[in-house]
């Protein structure tokens, strides 16, 4: 057992090594801590869905941005579309479950906003069919998947595609960008200006 223990955290930290040394990636996380943080100091909301472990990331990451990362300071304006079970077991059920963030992202998003997708396959169509929402509403879509970039790919204004196809690696990098960027964002919305 000891070896398989140290096989999966071995390819974890090879995922995460992949990342490092990848330039076009850092050059996308420094370009979304821009996007995210002009939309919050425009007014402007950052949405977030994903399915299964997918959804608790993306609760996860805008409870960091609506509660706090490190600085006490005034909540930012951020949602996980799943987490009104009323609404989505009522769409889910009227509709369809491809539907339920598109729906509400055509109730309650405006144009500046930003939303992030996370799905490990690329392929989820409620995913896909709400950034296809937000591409008409001027929404900022920005993706995070595994190593293809699935059909969110082409729907993404900005993607994270983890180099990996195994669902834990890319959802643990997918939680470390996540963090990495809400800490950032958190530095830039709320720094100190210069005397």
Do not use: W
């Given at each position: 057992m000891?070896?398989?223990i140290?096989e999966?955290i ?6 995460k090594?992949?990342?490092l ?5 850092m ?12 939309a919050?100091k ?17 609760q996860h990451?805008?409870a960091?941005f ?15 579309l799943?987490c009104?079970?009323?609404?989505l077991t ?11 963030y ?21 392929n ?6 709400a ?7 001027g929404i900022?879509t920005?993706?995070?998947t ?18 990996s ?9 997918h939680?470390?960008?996540g ?6 964002v ?8 210069s005397?």
């Open positions: 000891k070896d398989k140290h999966l071995n390819d974890s930290i090879s995922v090594q992949q990342l040394k990848d330039t076009s990636l050059q996308t996380i420094e370009t979304v801590v821009g996007v995210i943080t002009d919050f425009a007014g402007n909301k950052v949405l977030f869905c994903g399915n299964g472990g997918s959804a608790a990331d993306a990451l805008a960091e609506s509660g706090r990362f490190y600085k006490n300071r005034k909540a930012l304006p951020a949602e996980a799943h009104n079970t009323s609404y009522a769409v889910a059920n009227d509709y369809s479950f491809d539907v339920i598109a729906r509400l992202l055509d109730g309650i998003g405006v144009k500046g906003d930003v939303i992030l997708g996370f799905s490990t396959s690329g989820s169509t409620n995913i896909i069919k950034f296809e929402v937000a591409r008409e509403m900022v920005i993706g995070l595994g190593t293809t970039g699935g059909n969110i790919k082409p729907l993404s204004d900005y993607l994270f595609n983890v180099p196809t195994t669902t834990p690696r890319i959802q643990e990098s939680i470390l960008l963090h990495i960027i809400c800490e950032l958190e530095e830039q919305v709320f720094a100190t200006p005397p």
